[in-house]
């Protein structure tokens, strides 16, 4: 079955730079897209990234320039580099496939605060 499980989400200060992970199994991972999704306390989940099998990328406007969305194909593995951390950054983040229905990982806690 599908598995995605991140990982790396922590506390981190204001201008920081956390690197998280999306480990994926299950599927054909260099076949699919993957994405990068945050949900804040109140809030509505939100795409964060994306990268589609070939490699091509978009960002949600809040994050472009500061965050980049990453794969291994031969690792089965999708990366978020953040950069220069907001505290509106503040959320877990959710790997997210797409297939015969959507996938979802446990979510990792990215918290950004002094």
């Known amino acids: 079955q599908v598995q995605l499980v991140e990982s790396g989400g922590a506390l981190v200060q204001p201008g920081g730079s956390l690197r998280l992970s999306c480990a994926a199994s299950?599927?054909?991972?260099?076949?699919?897209?993957m994405s990068w999704y945050r949900q804040a306390p109140g809030r509505q989940r939100e795409l964060v990234a994306w990268?589609?099998?070939?490699?091509?990328?978009k960002y949600a406007d809040s994050v472009k320039g500061r965050f980049t969305i990453s794969r291994d194909n031969a690792k089965k593995t999708v990366y978020l580099q953040m950069n220069s951390l907001k505290p509106d950054d503040t959320a877990v983040y959710y790997c997210n496939t797409k297939g015969a229905e959507q996938y979802w990982g446990q979510g990792t806690q990215v918290t950004v605060s002094s």
């Open positions: 990268i589609g099998s070939g490699e091509s990328t």
């Open positions: 299950g599927f054909i991972f260099s076949y699919h897209a």
